[in-house]
């Protein structure tokens, strides 16, 4: 088993840059495929970025594409997500998962192991 514990989440003004922290308890993250999710009110989940357990990245949908950055510290068992110029329309609940099985991280559902979520609120 994997315990996934986010962390970074808050209330900001648009414009500004948080940072948000995935910690893998249990075994080694890098042996899994990693990945954040978002869900804003009202809204299905989205896929917003993953490393692969190769270390290779990807990000999804255009409008993070050139704010956010996703990385990992694998001494740290912790995977990042950087998410700069922050929009009103990132306001959304963040969430990390991990797949053992490779190749489905960017689904928005369906994932081996979930962390418990981190509120980020953008305000304009």
């Known amino acids: 088993q994997v315990q996934l514990v986010e962390s970074g989440g808050g209330w900001v003004q648009a414009g500004v840059s948080l940072r948000l922290s995935c910690t893998a308890y249990?075994?080694?993250?890098?042996?899994?495929?990693r990945g954040w999710f978002r869900q804003a009110p009202g809204k299905e989940r989205e896929f917003v970025a993953a490393?692969?357990?190769?270390?290779?990245?990807?990000l999804g949908p255009d409008s993070v594409q050139g704010r956010f950055t996703i990385s990992r510290d694998n001494a740290k068992n912790t995977m990042y997500l950087q998410m700069d110029s922050l929009r009103p329309e990132d306001t959304a609940v963040y969430y990390c998962?991990?797949?053992?099985?490779?190749?489905?991280?960017?689904?928005?559902?369906?994932?081996?192991?979930w962390g418990q979520g981190t509120q980020v609120t953008v305000s304009s």
């Open positions: 998962a991990a797949d053992l099985v490779a190749g489905r991280i960017t689904r928005a559902y369906d994932h081996d192991f």
């Open positions: 490393v692969y357990r190769s270390g290779l990245c990807a």
């Open positions: 249990g075994r080694t993250f890098s042996d899994y495929d």
